[in-house]
């Protein structure tokens, strides 16, 4: 099954168009003639945080709220894999899994794909460089979150190779759940 994860605060639904224009996307990709609406059908707790998962295919769907803890990402290992796809956001993840099993003393994995950096293990990666913050022109998976800070002008797409690793001083993750945050550490190659 396909899937969407959204950020649910105090019974909000978090950039709710952003995911419907994914889910819509990801359901012509996969040539369904079934439409969902997402702000029908999702109704959080009205206290806290979680994180729904919306599980869906051409027949059917699926409804998941889990309170949410953030998982620390402090440091990236860089992986390579040219035959990585994660152009839909799938339920099965046990390619980006045994990657990220690859991870070392690292917290997450950063992972090059045809010599261009992509994503980590769940989320899409920016690097600061010379005063602007760059986001991979070729990610893993055009998320949610970069869709709306590259439609905010926050965000440059570029591609990116390894050795811009090197000229950018911070790192920054984001997706759904944690929005934009700066990786500490930062890479270790």
Known sequence: MLLETLRCENGAVLHLPYHQARLDQSLKCIHALRQYD????IHPPSAGIYRCRFLYDETEYK?????????????????????IDYSLKDSNRDALNALYEQRGECDDILIVKNGLLT??????????????WFTPQTPLLAGTTRARLLDEGFLTP?????????????????????????VESGIIS
């Open 63 to 83: 409804v998941e709220f889990h309170p949410y803890t953030p998982r620390v990402t402090t440091s990236l290992k860089l992986i390579y894999d040219d035959t």
């Open 158 to 182: 570029a591609l990116l190779h390894p050795g811009d690793i090197a000229r950018a001083t911070k790192v920054a993750i984001f997706n759904a759940m944690v929005d934009f945050l700066e």
């Open 119 to 132: 994503d980590t293990s769940i989320a899409n990666v920016a690097l600061w460089i010379e005063g602007k």
């Open 38 to 41: 997402l702000k029908s059908l």
